[in-house]
């Protein structure tokens, strides 16, 4: 029997994977516990829920109660999405930040320059995407915390250093610690059909020294060891159209449209767009101007496409790129 999962059950389960603590990973399992259909098609999931809720509030108390804690980061998701990068030693992937956004993160030509989570804002139209820069990552160590940010990542940059002959190995050690933590680098974003505990992370695969004699060899050698392909972006970061492309990459492969608001009678905000998944509703757009708005919205008028201006629709009316809206209640 198929699980028939609502909505309103999917987005409970995004917020799950979002979860960047214990306490919140409760909350999201208590609310998936509550609002999953119940039938003989969710069965096992439900089962895989309740397991899962106990081995969580078990971590929780563990977290109360240890004196020494392991260092952790939380950096709040700001912009159109949250995208972080990760690689080996030397990968590049601080230059592809500094080359994007107005940060200055070390650059260096020895491993080991990023040492903690740095937070940026890369510029795209009139909205802003969130990109990490992360800690290398090596066949004998990964930073505790990585696991979690990347799997509550928007989208996964796999930075690879086409010039080095120890691009493929390195990285191929990047997939196989991530791999080991039921974190998989993938062409989608969500829990595993078979596995609840394993978790895609859609992922773009930046090619940096794309021009070099040997990349694409490099590239499939590393293809081979991973044993899949990869949606790959070559990119040549002294080259200021080669980077402009990757910008667009970043922000289209986030599948999001741009919304502005008006309070009634008075001007619309042009400046500052909310950003809802493509296919995203009213309703996704009230909850992220504020939960009261969501619960007691009455309609909404709009102007935009496939619509007549100051249109009246309901919550569930799906939403287009630059619409404008007016929420009411």
């Known amino acids: 029997m198929p699980a028939n999962l609502t909505p309103q059950y999917q987005k409970a389960e995004d917020a799950y994977r979002r979860a960047a603590t214990a306490e919140e990973r409760i909350n999201c399992l208590e609310e998936m516990l509550s609002i999953i259909p119940k039938h003989k098609g969710t069965d096992r999931l439900q089962a895989d829920l309740r397991k899962r809720l106990k081995e969580t509030r078990s971590e929780f108390a563990e977290e109360k109660s240890s ?12 912009g159109a999405g949250q995208v972080i990068l990760v690689g080996g030693p030397n990968a590049g992937k601080s230059r592809v930040v500094q080359e994007l956004t107005n940060a200055s993160p070390d650059v260096a030509d020895y491993p080991f320059s990023t040492r903690e989570p740095l937070p940026a804002m890369m510029p795209w139209e ?20 990585l696991t979690g940010m990347v799997r509550a990542a928007d989208l996964a940059l796999l930075v690879v250093d086409g010039s080095s002959d120890d691009a493929p190995d390195d990285t191929a050690a990047v997939i196989e610690q991530f791999s080991q933590r039921k974190t998989l680098f993938s062409d989608r974003t969500g829990f595993d059909e078979d596995d609840f505990s394993i978790v895609h992370v859609r992922t773009l695969l930046v090619l940096t020294r794309a021009s070099d004699p040997d990349a694409d060899l490099r590239l499939e050698l590393l293809e081979e060891s991973a044993g899949r392909t990869f949606d790959v972006i070559r990119v040549e970061l002294d080259d200021d159209t080669s980077c402009e492309s990757l910008r667009d990459t970043i922000y289209n492969t986030l599948e999001v449209v741009r919304v502005y608001t ?34 007691n919205l009455k309609f909404a008028r709009i102007w935009g496409e496939g619509v007549h201006d100051g249109q009246s629709v309901g919550r569930e009316h799906v939403l287009s790129d630059k619409d404008l809206v007016e929420l009411h209640v």
Do not use: C, N
């Open 67 to 78: 004196r020494k804690k392991s260092q952790s980061y939380k950096i709040p998701r700001q």
């Open 126 to 145: 009139d909205v802003t995407v969130q990109l990490v820069d992360t800690p290398p990552v090596t066949d004998t160590h990964v930073e505790s915390y």
């Open 262 to 295: 008006k309070p009634p009678g008075k001007p619309a905000d042009f400046e500052a767009p909310f950003t809802v998944p493509r296919e995203g509703t009213i309703e996704d757009l009230a909850l992220q101007v504020h939960r009261e708005l969501a619960t």
